[in-house]
């Protein structure tokens, strides 16, 4: 990858349709130009994946310069590498011999030059990524199958997003984890939400707006204090509540009304339903809030 200028840095700020994450946007950018691994991590619903493919399609020069490989608790090595075809065993020879054995996303990345992401890395177990390990230190791929050896191509890219410690998602082990730069991508800031609801939801009134901008902030501290909820309210979620909110207020409902119905759905979302004190402290701050308006 040639050296980004300081007008790519400000290209890629400025059309990257998630805002308030420039600090994560300017070290992924900074890690990548060394030739790092990056991986974007923190609470679900704040982009990381939209920053990651729009990172990839910047620097590779479009959407098709990148193969995504979406993590899953099943996937194997036979996923991301590949290996023998299960079709090779057929008692059909052409069909045998059509299907001798398949490549992985990152094998058919590097054989046609494109760059990688893989999405909820830490959905999969550290198993899967075995094959990866000599190509992250040494820049090589044996392909046993192939019974070849594939070479990093300068300048490829290597992007993943994860949820640490999120239900449902694997540890990394130390040695994958030291083959990536973890950069963090939390909750965007007041001002900045309030910024984009005015440009999402223009009509939506001011007070509705701030209730909303205040049931995210006070999940949030509830989160990080002492997780007695599992996240806080993403941005999604609080794009989703100021839309639900102006749809609902225009077709006659009571602002207050709008704005507890639009908090108690997320509220189910960000707390943990087999918690019932969890779900009924989401649901107190949505009250609570909403007797406000």
Not at 106 to 135: C, H, Q, V, W
Request: charged share 25%.
């Amino acid at each position: 990858m040639a050296n980004l200028t300081t007008d790519d840095y400000l290209k890629i700020l400025e059309t990257c349709r998630i805002k308030g994450q420039d600090e994560p946007i300017l070290r992924s950018l900074r890690y990548i130009e060394l030739g790092y691994q990056v991986i974007l991590y923190g609470p679900p619903g704040n982009g990381k994946t939209s920053i990651a493919e729009h990172i990839l399609t910047y620097l590779g020069g479009g959407p098709d310069s990148f193969i995504k490989l979406e993590a899953t608790e099943g996937m194997s090595e036979y996923q991301v590498v590949g290996g023998f075809h299960p079709l090779a065993m057929s008692a059909d020879r052409q069909l045998a011999e059509r299907f001798v054995h398949k490549e992985g996303a990152l094998t058919r990345a590097l054989r046609t030059n494109k760059n990688l992401l893989i999405d909820e890395f830490t959905r999969a177990p550290s198993s899967a990524y075995s094959g990866m390990f000599l190509l992250l230190s040494h820049g090589v791929l044996p392909l046993e199958f192939a019974e070849t050896i594939l070479k990093k191509p300068d300048g490829w890219i290597l992007m993943a997003t994860a949820n640490f410690g999120d239900e449902g998602t694997f540890k990394l082990s130390d040695a994958l984890k030291r083959r990536f730069v973890p950069i963090y991508v939390g909750y965007a800031s007041r001002s900045t939400e309030n910024t984009l609801l005015r440009a999402i939801t223009p009509g939506l009134n001011e007070a509705t707006v701030n209730a909303i901008l205040e049931f995210a902030e006070q999940t949030r501290m509830l989160w990080k204090k002492d997780r007695s909820l599992p996240q806080g309210l993403s941005t999604d979620g609080v794009i989703k509540m100021a839309r639900y909110c102006d749809l609902s207020i225009r077709q006659g409902s009571d602002t207050k009304l709008a704005f507890i119905d639009a908090a108690l759905h997320q509220g189910v979302i960000i707390a943990d339903e087999t918690d019932p004190q969890s779900v009924k402290l989401a649901q107190e701050l949505a009250l609570d809030i909403g007797k406000k308006l």
